[in-house]
């Protein structure tokens, strides 16, 4: 059992189970959850039970027992009902719902499986689980794709090491060539869509073997017999050839050459339990990509956000401290105000403006915090100018953009 346990110091690695419907995902889930339980019998002081979450709002059992279920927190029946909506509809805003509690899903993950965070009143605490295991629901799609499943996994991957494990029908994919072909592209897809490892699980190896449908993805000629022979099949049939599909089959192979070798493939039986050591092996290959490659973009990206926040910060508080430069200028009230230690006349009427202005001219004297101010405003109604030039042009182009000169003195006035 050595090979599905981790070093006890380290984080759990979260393996969230995604594939489409009837792929047999839910019961890959209870043999991997099974065979962690069966691992922390076998030795209960070293290893933990997996720390097992449901995702799937809509599923009315599920055949192991879940640490967090959405279904405590998010009635899907109730959801469909009040916000008139269909199966698909009620599953994307029932995770939607979900997703608003993220922060006090990852308070309780974090409490409960970082090694740093467990208590330290005892002198040996219990060790910490290894996994972290997320079932998903079947409608693959509308967790892959939606905001709700990106908060999800991105809040996971932030704190603990992910890995997404694709749970393949076997039998039904090495059916026929354009079939295994959707599921790699739909592989593909989600690979890219999470940027998070990836392990392919073809399920259901007691039915069909999945050493077909793997010499279909390292053997390109391979793959081209397989689909020669469709096309033979089709033939003889009366049905013609594969015409344009047969091309596009053909060319998606070659493209997803260098997408196959980034992938590790494992071959499971979820109701023998064959595979399972293999499939947890894969795990810990997984778990050691995402630290080497995956965590330092995560925390490049984490800085840049950081970054982002703190130039906006900044922004903003020059934006005040320039306010506020310009509402210093009508400091002093009534008559009198003090300037340069002394009070001085304050103008309370135009034509006061006017004389004191006159004399200040005859007499040749310039106020040299006046002549600063006046530099300021400058400054200020230029930079005033240039954010509403840009305002303008976005809204309405060219033609805005020359009367925004005449916009600010009417705002400004």
């Known amino acids: 059992m050595a090979s599905s346990t981790s070093n006890p110091q380290q984080p759990p690695v979260a393996i969230v189970c995604v594939g489409m419907a009837g792929s047999g ?6 043999r991997i959850n099974a065979h962690l339980y069966q691992s922390h019998q076998q030795s209960p002081s070293t290893t933990a039970p997996p720390y097992v979450m449901n995702l799937d709002p809509a599923v009315r059992s599920v055949p192991f027992e879940s640490n967090i279920d959405i279904r405590d927190s998010v009635n899907y029946k109730e959801v469909m009902k009040q916000y008139n909506l269909g199966p698909n509809g009620g599953i994307l805003t029932s995770l939607n719902l979900f997703s608003t509690k993220i922060d006090q899903v990852m308070g309780i993950l974090e409490k409960r499986c970082l090694p740093s965070k467990q208590p330290a009143t005892e002198a040996k605490a219990p060790p910490s689980p290894t996994h972290i295991l997320l079932d998903t629901p079947g409608q693959i799609e509308v967790f892959v794709w939606s905001a709700s499943g990106t908060i999800l ?3 996971l991957a932030s704190s603990f090491p992910t890995v997404i494990a694709y749970i393949i029908d076997t039998p039904r994919t090495t059916a026929s060539t354009s079939t295994f072909m959707s ?13 998070l490892p990836m392990i392919l699980v073809f399920n259901k190896t007691d039915v069909k ?3 077909e449908a793997v010499e279909w993805m390292r053997d390109f000629e391979s793959f081209q017999a397989a689909l020669r022979e469709e096309e033979a099949a089709m033939e003889e049939r009366g049905g013609g050839g594969g015409g344009y599909m047969s091309s596009l089959l053909n060319s998606m192979s070659l493209v997803l050459e260098e997408f196959y070798n980034a992938l590790s493939v494992v071959g499971v039986s979820s109701m023998t ?8 092996e894969a795990v810990e290959e997984k778990r050691q990509e995402f630290e080497r490659e995956y965590q330092p973009e995560l925390e490049r990206k984490r800085k840049g956000m950081e970054g982002m926040k703190a130039e906006m910060r900044e922004r903003e508080v020059r934006r005040m ?15 009198y105000a003090a300037k340069g230690g002394k009070l001085e006349e304050e103008a309370e009427t135009v ?24 530099e300021e405003d400058v400054e200020f109604e230029d930079g005033l100018k240039a954010r509403y030039e840009s305002a303008l042009r976005e809204q309405g182009g060219p033609a805005a953009t020359l009367k925004s000169a005449e916009y600010i003195r009417r705002t400004q006035g």
């Not at 599921?183 to 940027?195: D, E, P, V």
Request: avoid cysteine; proline fraction near 1%.
């Open 273 to 280: 339990g064959d595979g399972v050591e293999g499939f947890f």
């Open 351 to 374: 034509s006061d403006v006017e004389e004191m202005e006159a004399e200040e001219a005859a007499s040749g004297l310039v106020d040299p915090d006046e002549e600063m101010a006046e």
């Open 25 to 30: 995902k839910t019961t890959f889930m209870q």
């Open 321 to 335: 401290m320039g306010d506020m430069g310009v509402s210093s200028k009508a400091k002093g009230t009534g008559k």
């Open 183 to 195: 599921n790699m592209l739909y592989a593909i897809s989600i690979l890219y869509k999470t940027r």
């Open 153 to 155: 996994l991105s809040s």
């Open 209 to 211: 073997d999945e050493s």
